[in-house]
């Protein structure tokens, strides 16, 4: 076995901890596309909407 899991606690926490990022990652990625530079919430061309409303 790559792990011991006869020490309860710290097997708890090593499960819980990579369980954890492996769920988190996803939503990380997400956020990180969401908010970088040029993504969805921070866009970086200003489009002037006025010009295209006759």
């Known amino acids: 076995m790559p792990f011991n899991y006869l020490d309860t606690g710290a097997f ?16 990380i990625a997400v956020w990180w596309t969401w908010h970088r530079p040029g993504g969805f919430k921070n866009p970086t061309d200003k489009i002037d909407w006025s010009i295209h409303m006759k």
């Open 12 to 27: 708890t926490k090593r499960f819980i901890a990579y369980l954890g990022v492996g769920f988190a990652l996803p939503w």
